[in-house]
């Protein structure tokens, strides 16, 4: 479990440096989309590596956004509103959209190690 955990913040860890090495920021706002939609994809992939591993998804098997929330909301409703503000922030805002904010990038990065902390702390329990 340890080595899933690790791979999602490296992933989330990827996106922190595409956003301070590449994306350029400047009063709060990233002057190369590029890069913020790569560090978007970088940090909702570290989202998903953490959930596949919750959930026991076996490497190769692509599951819709849809079946995550389904078992989000059998498992905790808290993480499915973590996961939710995840998914509108990381990969439709920031992968999809490319909003330059800082503030929205922030955001959607704190609550990625918050739903890989939780992961983290939910298996070491089980």
Known sequence: MEEKVNEARRYVNNAKELLRDKAGKDNGVYQDRKYVRLAGHAAYLGVLVALDKLFDVKKGTRKSVEWYQEQLRKTDRKLLDSFNSAYDTLHLAMGYDGNISAGVSADGITTAE???????TRTAAA
């Open 114 to 120: 918050n739903i890989i902390n939780w992961v983290e």
